[in-house]
């Protein structure tokens, strides 16, 4: 088995990616995936080898994510516009023998110290000048065309840097077997990608959501990907018009952008068949807007990167605000409590997972991988109930948790309520030390362009849904809220963020 083998059996003249309106059909994809195979090769790259891609949402991406996979090598995707030093850092982490570097990275893979990375013997470089002791991509996607390794289920495909269940930033790694598992459990909703369909490739496909449900899904339903470097919502929305577009994937901040389109007409949408939120809540607010506006149901979904990432889905279901879905087909779902005990339906717990999806661990880090790994169920950090219908609700991180005089307060249920106030865009809310409490709620909030509200009314408004022990003493406003790439907020941040008017 090899995962790179997803793009075969399809039609030659099918087209594959759609980037920078070039097209690329699955024969030339796989032409030029095996011949960088044979170029990666006779660098001297081989089973076991790390190879870093530091290349934004393109078509070198793709073709060299399956190039490296297939030769039995692990892919190691970067942010391509990560500063210099983070880079160095992750970069000596994995310990790659090649980096293919992109034009987007170029900034701060200039900034990065060679002598940091020893282990780096080939810098590839996918476009523009080529720096003296570095490869052209094109000179490699030259060489004779090499088929794929055939390799254990077990054998490491991808290592993949999260902060997820450990907290500090490590690196995940994911086999073969882990990431086609998801693919297939994937195909158990109800509805799902196929042939013929467009799908809109936004999501950053150095994060798992971008890797294999974008990519990984799209290619092995033999899909077409639309890949998109930098999301905007008026160039969204004519690139999907444009190309019809009927899969769309994304975080929730594309979904509220798009639903704070006032210029948006109502057929904006009429394409679309399956709409996809992931990496973080999705506020029912926002859900609710775009389906009155554009008859669109936006679908959550609940997953991690170490579990490749999908776990819950809710595509194919009776809408139920708040709720991500049903656990996938192939996958076991516990909620657990602090005694180490399944707790009753409707209370809450942490969601421990078990699959053939769940990953091998935390590259070179026992530790880490003990804490979460416990009797092959994987312990995600994230609290939830189960209904009675199976149906699962996210209640927020475990180590997000809030503690005011002793009792628990969920960031998250905090948000969706000031996030109800008309005059609120977003929020995000986080505990910061109180002398007599232990704890305090304090909310960062963005207004929406043109409101005013000041923080008594705020107060006031969440006290006419919450206890008042959860309900925020302290309002700042500020002018935008700390994401990653995928747009999780980064509630560490919140602290440093930029502020805005008081």
């Given at each position: 088995?090899?995962?790179?083998?997803?793009?075969?059996?399809?039609?030659d003249d099918?087209v594959?990616l759609?980037s920078?309106?070039?097209?690329?059909?699955?024969?030339?994809?796989?032409?030029?995936?095996?011949?960088?195979r044979?170029?990666?090769?006779a660098?001297?790259?081989t089973?076991?080898?790390?190879?870093?891609?530091?290349?934004?949402?393109?078509r070198?991406?793709?073709?060299?994510y399956?190039?490296v996979?297939?030769?039995?090598?692990?892919?190691?995707?970067?942010n391509?516009?990560?500063?210099?030093?983070?880079?160095?850092?992750?970069?000596a982490?994995?310990e790659?023998?090649?980096?293919?570097?992109g034009?987007?990275?170029r900034?701060?893979?200039?900034?990065v110290?060679?002598g940091?990375?020893p282990?780096?013997q080939?810098v590839?470089?996918?476009?523009?000048d080529?720096?003296?002791?570095?490869?052209?991509l094109?000179?490699?996607?030259?060489?004779?065309?090499?088929?794929?390794?055939?390799?254990?289920p077990?054998?490491?495909?991808v290592?993949?840097?999260?902060?997820?269940t450990?907290?500090?930033?490590?690196?995940a790694?994911l086999s073969?077997?882990n990431?086609l598992?998801?693919?297939?459990?994937?195909g158990?909703?109800?509805?799902?990608?196929?042939v013929?369909?467009?799908?809109?490739?936004v999501?950053?496909?150095?994060?798992i959501?971008?890797?294999n449900?974008v990519i990984?899904?799209?290619?092995s339903a033999?899909?077409?990907?639309?890949?998109?470097?930098?999301?905007?919502p008026?160039?969204?929305?004519?690139?999907?018009?444009?190309?019809?577009?009927?899969?769309?994937?994304?975080?929730p901040p594309?979904?509220?952008?798009?639903?704070?389109?006032?210029?948006?007409p109502?057929?904006?949408?009429?394409?679309?068949?399956l709409?996809?939120s992931?990496?973080?809540?999705?506020s029912?607010?926002?859900s609710?807007r775009?389906?009155e506006?554009?008859?669109?149901?936006?679908?959550e979904?609940?997953g991690?990167?170490?579990a490749?990432?999908?776990?819950?889905?809710?595509?194919g279901?009776?809408?139920r605000?708040?709720?991500?879905?049903?656990?996938?087909?192939g996958?076991?779902?516990?909620?657990v409590?602090?005694?180490?005990?399944?707790v009753p339906?409707?209370?809450?717990?942490?969601v421990?997972?078990q699959?053939p999806?769940?990953f091998?661990?935390?590259?070179?880090?026992?530790?880490a991988?003990e804490?979460?790994?416990?009797?092959?169920?994987?312990?995600?950090?994230?609290?939830g109930?189960?209904?009675?219908?199976?149906?699962l609700?996210?209640v927020?991180?475990a180590?997000d948790l809030?503690?005011?005089?002793?009792?628990?307060?969920?960031?998250?249920?905090?948000?969706?309520?000031v996030?109800?106030?008309p005059?609120?865009?977003e929020?995000?809310?986080l505990?910061?030390?109180?002398?007599?409490d232990g704890?305090?709620?304090?909310?960062y909030?963005?207004?929406?362009?043109?409101?005013?509200?000041?923080?008594?009314?705020?107060i006031d408004?969440?006290?006419?849904?919450?206890?008042?022990?959860?309900c925020?003493?302290k309002?700042v406003?500020v002018?935008?809220?700390?994401?990653?790439?995928a747009?999780?907020?980064i509630?560490?941040?919140?602290?440093?963020t930029v502020?805005?008017?008081?």
């Amino acid at each position: 088995m090899n995962l790179a083998a997803m793009i075969d059996g399809h039609d030659d003249d099918r087209v594959a990616l759609i980037s920078r309106n070039r097209d690329t059909t699955y024969g030339e994809l796989r032409d030029q995936v095996s011949r960088l195979r044979g170029g990666l090769a006779a660098t001297g790259v081989t089973e076991g080898d790390r190879v870093a891609i530091l290349c934004g949402n393109n078509r070198y991406f793709v073709i060299s994510y399956l190039a490296v996979v297939g030769l039995g090598a692990v892919a190691v995707p970067l942010n391509p516009t990560s500063p210099g030093p983070e880079l160095e850092t992750e970069l000596a982490t994995v310990e790659p023998v090649a980096a293919i570097v992109g034009p987007s990275a170029r900034q701060g893979w200039d900034a990065v110290d060679r002598g940091a990375v020893p282990s780096l013997q080939h810098v590839v470089v996918a476009e523009g000048d080529v720096p003296d002791g570095a490869i052209a991509l094109a000179d490699l996607l030259g060489a004779d065309p090499v088929p794929c390794v055939d390799v254990d289920p077990d054998h490491i495909a991808v290592l993949i840097f999260t902060s997820g269940t450990a907290g500090t930033s490590r690196a995940a790694m994911l086999s073969h077997g882990n990431l086609l598992a998801n693919i297939e459990q994937g195909g158990s909703t109800a509805d799902r990608t196929r042939v013929g369909d467009v799908v809109y490739g936004v999501l950053p496909l150095f994060h798992i959501f971008g890797l294999n449900v974008v990519i990984g899904v799209s290619l092995s339903a033999g899909a077409t990907v639309l890949l998109v470097q930098r999301f905007d919502p008026a160039t969204a929305v004519q690139s999907i018009i444009q190309r019809q577009v009927t899969v769309v994937p994304g975080a929730p901040p594309m979904w509220v952008a798009f639903s704070h389109f006032d210029e948006l007409p109502a057929e904006a949408f009429a394409s679309v068949r399956l709409a996809l939120s992931g990496a973080s809540r999705l506020s029912s607010a926002v859900s609710d807007r775009l389906f009155e506006r554009h008859g669109m149901r936006v679908h959550e979904g609940y997953g991690l990167t170490e579990a490749s990432p999908v776990v819950t889905s809710s595509v194919g279901m009776p809408y139920r605000a708040g709720s991500v879905g049903r656990v996938l087909a192939g996958q076991r779902v516990r909620l657990v409590g602090d005694d180490g005990n399944d707790v009753p339906t409707g209370d809450a717990g942490e969601v421990w997972v078990q699959g053939p999806n769940v990953f091998h661990g935390y590259f070179r880090d026992a530790e880490a991988t003990e804490r979460v790994l416990v009797d092959g169920w994987l312990r995600t950090g994230d609290i939830g109930t189960v209904d009675e219908d199976g149906y699962l609700y996210l209640v927020d991180r475990a180590k997000d948790l809030i503690i005011v005089s002793g009792f628990n307060v969920f960031p998250a249920e905090v948000e969706s309520v000031v996030a109800m106030h008309p005059a609120v865009h977003e929020v995000g809310v986080l505990g910061v030390p109180h002398p007599h409490d232990g704890e305090a709620v304090k909310a960062y909030v963005v207004l929406e362009p043109g409101a005013e509200v000041d923080e008594e009314a705020l107060i006031d408004h969440c006290r006419d849904y919450l206890a008042r022990y959860k309900c925020p003493s302290k309002v700042v406003f500020v002018d935008e809220l700390p994401r990653n790439a995928a747009g999780k907020l980064i509630r560490r941040e919140l602290e440093g963020t930029v502020l805005g008017h008081l």
